[in-house]
């Protein structure tokens, strides 16, 4: 009988334990994974571009990029999924672009991008030509899902 008190004793203090537990904050060293859909409207390569506050300013090196191609079957839904792994806690920029011209590169006109362009915060009105860190960036600490990214011109 004493054995049995003490089995259930210990499953009520795991069960209260499993009750009373709070998320941990991440740790150094955490790794994440950022998913969701891009909306498309041609078929051509989208590179997605996930981006420090330097990188953004020198946009020919970047930690995480990720290329998708769309094909015949995916033009007709205009989606693609994606997903970005093994990402560190930090603070990003996640910019979006079909290669239209597969120059590997987004192209610019005047005071605007030539190319279907999107990012994860969508750009604030009047914001002129350019990305500003500060308006698009979001602190990545968990993992996300479900984002969405509309390409337009």
Not at 45 to 70: C, F, G, R, V
Request: aromatic share 12%; proline share 5%; with cysteine.
């Amino acid at each position: 009988m004493k054995h049995l008190s003490l089995f259930f004793l210990c499953i009520f203090a795991f069960c209260l334990a499993g009750i009373t537990s709070v998320p941990r904050p991440a740790a150094a060293g955490d790794l994440f994974s950022i998913e969701g859909t891009v909306t498309f409207y041609k078929v051509a390569d989208i590179t997605l571009l996930l981006l420090t506050k330097a990188e953004l300013e020198n946009m020919t090196q970047n930690s995480y990029k990720l290329i998708l191609k769309p094909d015949s079957a995916t033009e007709g839904t205009g989606e693609l999924p994606f997903i970005m792994t093994d990402v560190p806690e930090g603070t990003y920029v996640l910019l979006a672009y079909q290669d239209l011209n597969n120059s590997k590169a987004i192209d610019s006109r005047f005071f605007s991008f030539s190319e279907p362009w999107g990012t994860f915060r969508p750009q604030r009105p009047g914001m002129g030509f350019g990305l500003n860190f500060d308006d698009l960036k979001f602190n990545l600490s968990k993992n996300l899902h479900n984002i969405s990214i509309l390409l337009t011109r």
